[in-house]
Every structure is written in C-alpha cells, then in structure tokens.
C-alpha cells in the first residue's frame, strides 16, 4: 500500500501518520520527491482498512499495490533512481554510463592497457572478472585476490571506478574497494548472498537470470533493498530461448518495460547476449535507441589469446569505434 500525502503537509502531520502506521506493525518506507511525498507500507496491508490511513489530514490518497515488490515499485518511487558513485560518476536518470573492460583480469599489462585505452575511448567504469562462474569446472575460473589487485591498480593510474563479480558472501572482505559489486546471472537468486549486499551501501549490478521473468529480475532487487540499500542496478543480459544460432536472445523489450515498472536504472550486457563480438556493435546501439541507461561491454587487447570469452570481445580500436557511434545516436535522440 502507498499513501500520497497532500502538498505543504507540515512535518508534525508526517511523523504523527508515520507513529500510528508503525503502531499498526507495517514498515514505512519514504520517499520525498519534487511534487510528491509517498509513504510505503512494507506488510501485508490486505486486511487494512484503508480509510483509517484516509482520516489523517496529510493523506491525500491510497494505493495498493499489486505487484509482490514494493521498494523497487516505481509506483512507491515515480522518480528515476541516481546510483552515485564515489568520484561523483552518475548511473541512471538520464545519466548514461559506459562499462568497459575485459571479461577475466589476467595481468597487469593486459588491464592497465585495456583500462587507459576504454577511458580514452570514454568509457567512465571499468570491469574485470577476478572470479569467474563458468558452466565447465575445468575452465579458467578467474585469478581471484590477485585480479582484484591488479583492478584496484589500474583505477589508481586511470581514475576509473572498477566493478567486478561478487559469487559469495565470504569474499566481501576482499571487495571492500571495488566500486560496484555485480551478481551474475546465476547467483540472481542467490538470496543469501543478496541479503548480505543489502546490509551495505556499495552499488550492485544485478544481472537478469538465463530464465527469469521481470517480476522474478525484480523481486531479486527487492531482496537487497529490502535489507537497506537502494543503491540497485538491473542489467538486461540476454536470456536462453530456442535459438541456438547466438550464445543467448537479448531482450530488448526488457529496457522499457522494466523503466515502466520500476525506479532503478536498466543497463544492457551486449557481450553475453550474443557470444559473438561482431554483433556487439549493433545490439549496442539498438539498446540505446530503446533508452537504456548505460552499456557493460568485455573489451581485451588480445581477443584469440583471451583466457575467457575472447569470441565475444571487442578489441580497443573496435571499442572505440563503437563508443563513437553511440555517443553521436545520443546526441541525436537528445534533437528528437
């Protein structure tokens, strides 16, 4: 359930409303934007009698909400969602980021370069997998402390911000300086794991399932932020369908539907969606010019020699022609 209060309400009025509700057992979530002060109800509201919240004087309407996820609900937060990072780099609200990097750390050399040569091109995050998930237990499964190292060496020579993938609760201690903390498309339902990232405040990038609905990527969010932290980002990384000509089918219906369902920024993996680095470029742009707030690209200097995913990446003269072309399509949909 959502109450919208009436405009000019004195503060004396909101806590006084907030007192009674809490008084009732329900939770109550805020949000205070330009026009619009929204108090949600976290409980099961079913058997309230809404005209009890009717009668305080700084109501000025109740909704009820359907949909199983209340905090994520742009209902309950009309108001894009601003991830900050800590050098001020915004994501979302029309604030548009590029992710770059390759998909495994494997050397100091290999990362400083891939790094100073995406920042070059205008990426403004930089990724690298230290610990890699993979579908065979005899694949590279990533270099681990020592990628981690060698990111947090490359943001001090590049001023990039870093993200890399988190796969369980125990290597938070060794996160401590990444910037964004990604869970990949198997561990979206790792609930434990998202509880845990929802007891602190660094962003998340949660990835869409190989299999999940919206409501199921949604209800995923709504495990972290229901533990405190807001700070959420979706990302549309192409799903498993029938097709087997391409690694997975980007969804690109996903960008504006989930901009229609919910606050948190929607970013697009076009890298995994396809498997296959000659159709980055175009799923790139067709994800732009359905609004997307930002763009994960795997970038590596030496694509057939990769330890992990080399078919899939663009090398940095490729990345930098691809950056181009969507900052120009974004110039052009800001004329429109």
């Not at 609900?73 to 604030?95: A, C, S």
């Not at 709504?222 to 498993?240: A, F, H, K, P, W």
């Not at 030496?302 to 490729?318: F, I, K, T, V």
């Amino acid at each position: 359930m959502i109450v919208k209060l009436r405009k000019n309400v004195k503060v004396e009025q909101i806590e006084k409303l907030i007192g009674f509700i809490e008084s009732l057992g329900f939770e109550v979530d805020c949000s205070f934007g330009e026009n619009t002060t929204l108090l949600g109800l976290i409980g099961d509201t079913s058997g309230l009698d809404s005209s009890i919240i009717k009668s305080f004087e700084a109501v000025d309407e109740i909704i009820r909400i359907q949909e199983p996820y209340k905090r994520a609900n742009r209902k309950f937060h009309p108001e894009d969602t601003v991830v900050i990072l800590e050098n001020g780099t915004k994501i979302g609200g029309g604030n548009f980021c590029l992710i770059a990097g390759p998909c495994s750390v494997e050397s100091e050399e290999q990362i400083i370069e891939v790094a100073k040569r995406v920042k070059d091109s205008g990426a403004n995050i930089l990724r690298g997998g230290a610990f890699k998930p993979r579908t065979s237990p005899y694949s590279f499964q990533g270099k681990g402390e020592v990628a981690l190292k060698l990111l947090l060496k490359a943001k001090e020579i590049t001023g990039l911000p870093i993200i890399s993938e988190i796969m369980e609760i125990g290597q938070l201690p060794l996160f401590e300086d990444v910037d964004i903390l990604q869970v990949g498309a198997r561990n979206m339902q790792n609930f434990d794991l998202l509880k845990a990232l929802g007891k602190q405040s660094k962003p998340v990038l949660l990835k869409r399932g190989l299999s999940a609905t919206y409501e199921e990527l949604l209800m995923a969010a709504e495990y972290i932020m229901s533990e405190g932290n807001d700070n959420v980002i979706l990302c549309e990384r192409g799903i498993r369908t029938f097709e087997t000509g391409v690694r997975n089918t980007l969804d690109i219906t996903a960008i504006p539907v989930l901009h229609e369902k919910t606050h948190l920024p929607v970013i697009v993996d076009p890298s995994h969606s396809s498997g296959v680095s000659r159709l980055v470029k175009p799923l790139s742009l067709a994800s732009v010019g359905a609004s997307c707030d930002g763009l994960i690209i795997e970038v590596h200097n030496d694509p057939e020699n990769a330890l992990c995913d080399g078919n899939q990446s663009l090398r940095p003269d490729e990345f930098d022609d691809m950056a181009r072309s969507i900052f120009r399509l974004k110039e052009a949909m800001m004329v429109v």
